[in-house]
């Protein structure tokens, strides 16, 4: 709903994105806003000139769209309105929403380094995800920035994430279920996540162990509010998240397929743990 796309864009703003085009989003977290123009708004017009040059009127800086009734000759179009308005120009770019991205990027950036728009950069929208993306700048496609929607707005490649809540603790006991298929480890527990360079693995510990590297589980809130030393802007959030998105290994971070996982480990006390209340729950409880 409404609530989970205004999450959803602070959350893809934290994981790297330059901002959003959701106003209310920006508003509500204080997240870069951006954004283009509408199809509607050029059908709206009887003619294709006529709506880049109201809608410049009214936004000189935006980023025209021009594939709404021939991707070129809307190029064309922008060329004549930045001839005719001259230093009153001030365009940013174009957008491509459809067809041939890569080829049209091509021709589109030649024809407006023909009439000296250097400056106007290439937008490309339209269905797009990592893979597509991938193989545009792959091609050294002349794309400044894209534009993603219902790839990161809804959950393109996994229609659902099954998670399920499970009691591991309870009045100082560790508790666990043994359905098949459904292990559980018992007890409060510590994530301690080395590295040598880029982060190399995970080992799940019983809360009292110490073992190496960064333990990941921290007090953040106490009595229902988040506790001062924890307390960090949008900005500050997203640079951290960006520093731990750069020490991921190759083989989680890239969107190529691997067979090489993340390692996670138990350690030795919490496996002995979890084995400790399996035994007494098959002999009987009590």
Do not use: W
């Not at 365009?91 to 728009?117: C, M, P, Q, T």
């Not at 307390?231 to 991921?248: D, G, H, V």
Request: net charge neutral; with cysteine.
């Amino acid at each position: 709903g409404i609530d989970a796309g205004i999450k959803g864009s602070r959350a893809l703003y934290l994981s790297g994105i330059a901002a959003t085009s959701n106003m209310l989003a920006g508003r509500t977290y204080d997240l870069p806003v951006a954004g283009t123009m509408a199809h509607s708004y050029i059908q709206a017009h009887d003619c294709e000139y006529d709506a880049f040059k109201n809608f410049t009127n009214a936004f000189p800086e935006t980023v025209l769209l021009v594939d709404t009734i021939d991707t070129i000759k809307g190029v064309e179009k922008v060329i004549k309105l930045a001839h005719e308005l001259g230093d009153d120009f001030k365009v940013k770019g174009i957008r491509l929403d459809s067809g041939d991205l890569g080829d049209l990027a091509f021709k589109a950036r030649e024809l407006l380094d023909e009439h000296n728009l250097k400056h106007l950069k290439i937008i490309a929208s339209g269905g797009l995800d990592e893979h597509k993306i991938a193989q545009l700048i792959k091609d050294n496609a002349p794309i400044d920035g894209f534009g993603v929607g219902t790839g990161m707005g809804v959950s393109d490649d996994a229609s659902a994430l099954d998670m399920a809540y499970k009691l591991v603790e309870y009045a100082g006991k560790g508790r666990l279920k043994l359905s098949s298929g459904k292990p559980v480890l018992p007890g409060e527990k510590q994530v301690f996540r080395e590295a040598k360079g880029s982060f190399s693995h995970d080992n799940i510990a019983r809360v009292e162990e110490q073992l190496p590297g960064e333990p990941l589980l921290k007090k953040v809130m106490q009595n229902g509010k988040r506790l001062p030393s924890h307390q960090r802007n949008i900005e500050e959030i997203r640079k951290y998240a960006q520093q731990q998105l750069n020490k991921l290994p190759d083989s989680v971070s890239s969107i190529s397929r691997t067979e090489e996982s993340y390692r996670v480990e138990i350690s030795d006390k919490l496996a002995n743990y979890q084995k400790e209340i399996t035994e007494h729950l098959k002999r009987g409880g009590g």
